[in-house]
């Protein structure tokens, strides 16, 4: 790795302006939660989980993985962890941290190479394929003015498209694999076959409106569905996605 010149200031001079050799800039991504039941590893565990990436494929494609060891106390031992990273990384799930960990874990998963991170909101889908929040948030009175942003080509596969300060528009179809991430609505004028997350900040008044439904996962202000959970009746048809009552609803257009 090469290091910056420093230049030496001039005598009796100022120094001069160094350049910053990196940047600091807040991401937005979506982590999926495995969810280890207490137990044995053993080989109907990862029977289980190979028919569950067969079912979806290009939804944990390249996915940021988290363990969540609520349900797993006894996963505790640095090589039972280390086993299940590497099979699971084996798999292409890019398992990154452990959350819900007691302090045993902790230090488990340092020896696996993986980090401890605070719980994010959880949305498990129920039996009717929906989710149910937590506490309602409250949104900020004085909210930033929007700043939306407009696509007007294709979003391929493995492109993420962020609208930090509001809706994101999109003019053409968004690719499986692709992730479309807004603080706001999201717009898709064309074919929805990736990821898409409205209200990414918490709003949830924000929608998801588009051509044609074909998704991997749809979320407003993180609650979710994903495309198994969703009615075959909506697939290929306009539709828009909304927060009511609690509950993700997708409903057709026309």
């Known amino acids: 790795m090469s290091v910056p010149h420093q230049d030496i200031p001039p005598r009796g001079g100022a120094p001069a302006a160094a350049v910053k050799p990196f940047q600091i800039r807040g991401r937005y991504f979506t982590a999926v939660a495995l969810r280890p039941e207490d137990g044995p590893l053993d080989q109907a565990f990862y029977a289980a989980l190979d028919a569950q990436l067969r079912w979806n494929p290009h939804f944990f494609d390249g996915a940021p993985l988290i363990l969540d060891l609520a349900q ?36 488990a998963a340092e020896d696996a190479g993986l980090i401890t991170i605070a719980s994010g909101k959880d949305a498990p889908l129920n039996m009717e394929g929906s989710t149910r929040p937590g506490p309602r948030r409250e949104l900020p009175k004085k909210l930033r003015p929007p700043e939306n942003r407009l696509i007007t080509q294709p979003v391929r596969s493995g492109q993420t498209v962020v609208a930090e300060g509001g809706d994101l528009v999109v003019v053409g179809p968004v ?80």
């Open 72 to 107: 797993a106390p006894g996963l505790s031992r640095p090589a039972e962890l280390r086993a299940l990273t590497d099979c699971l990384r084996s798999r292409g799930l890019a398992v990154f941290g452990v959350q819900n960990a007691t302090p045993e874990q902790i230090s």
């Open 175 to 254: 690719s499986s694999g692709a992730e479309l991430i807004a603080r706001g609505s999201i717009h898709v004028y064309g074919r929805l076959r990736g990821r898409a997350m409205a209200g990414a900040e918490g709003d949830e008044t924000a929608r998801i409106f588009c051509h044609s439904l074909d998704a991997e996962l749809l979320a407003v202000a993180g609650l979710y569905r994903t495309s198994e959970n969703l009615e075959p009746e909506l697939l290929n048809r306009p539709v828009q996605v909304f927060l009511q009552d609690e509950r993700l609803c997708v409903e057709a257009l026309g």
